[in-house]
């Protein structure tokens, strides 16, 4: 997936007008969505969270943290084999 894939995915799943800031990393990109300033002014950066489109498609929520940080932590699970985060798209299966 390229970065204008992932990008456009994001849109769709975040159901936004506003730009969607994609970083690539060894495992995929993470992205966050882009705020007017009249946006940050009302607050909806609190708990605006980060999240990762991995290398296998899987798309995972996480926390409001910086996205540079996000990438490291999750870096670091994929190493020993772990995907972290909530799965958001694909549906994760109820009955798992």
């Known amino acids: 997936m390229g970065r204008e ?3 456009q995915l994001m849109t769709r799943l975040l159901g936004t007008d506003n730009p969607v800031a994609v970083f690539p990393f060894e495992f995929g990109w993470a992205a966050q969505e882009t705020l007017s300033p009249q946006q940050r002014a009302q607050g909806r950066q ?3 969270g980060v999240f990762i489109i991995d290398q296998t498609g899987v798309v995972t ?3 409001s943290l910086p996205p540079p940080l996000i990438m490291k932590r999750y870096a670091a699970a994929r ?5 972290t ?3 958001v798209w694909p ?4 009955a798992d």
Do not use: F, N, T
């Not at 190493?79 to 995907?83: A, D, F, H, K, L």
């Not at 549906?91 to 109820?94: C, E, G, I, K």
């Open 61 to 63: 929520a996480h926390p």
């Open 46 to 48: 609190l708990g605006q």
């Open 79 to 83: 190493r020993e084999g772990r995907i």
């Open 91 to 94: 549906a994760p299966d109820p």
């Open 85 to 87: 985060g909530r799965q």
């Open 5 to 7: 894939q992932a990008r």
